[in-house]
């Protein structure tokens, strides 16, 4: 059973930058992602890094501004947000699958970011 709590969502200023921590318990071997759900909205896929700690992926809208990096010693995935705009305003979320392929399995509770203009 993989366990991933979220952390670092926080009301910024537009243009501020921001590090969301995610903290995973469990087995070894999954790839973890990165969605958000702003209000009103379906989830939406924001940046992905497998397993191995290299390979990622990342949402057309990203244009640069997130990166996703992960410290498998310390069990954590984080993703770096710079020049934040009100439409990040989101909870953002965690999820984990098995050997990076198939449906996440395994979710966070999500962190709020909310960004004020």
């Known amino acids: 059973q993989v366990q991933l709590v979220e952390s670092g969502g926080r009301l910024v200023q537009a243009g501020e930058s921001l590090r969301l921590s995610c903290a995973i318990s469990?087995?070894?071997?999954?790839?973890t992602g990165w969605f958000r759900q702003a209000p009103g909205k379906v989830r939406e896929f924001v940046a992905a890094?497998?397993?191995?700690?290299?390979?990622?992926s990342y949402a057309d809208f990203v244009n640069g501004r997130f990166a996703i990096s992960r410290d498998n010693t310390k069990n954590t995935v984080c993703l770096q947000i710079d020049s934040l705009e009100p439409e990040d305003t989101a909870v953002y979320y965690c999820?984990?699958?098995?050997?990076?392929?198939?449906?996440?399995?395994?979710w966070g509770p999500g962190t709020q970011v909310t960004v004020s203009s």
């Open positions: 999820a984990a699958r098995f050997e990076d392929v198939g449906p996440y399995e395994y």
């Open positions: 469990g087995p070894s071997g999954y790839g």
């Open positions: 890094i497998k397993s191995n700690g290299f390979t990622t």
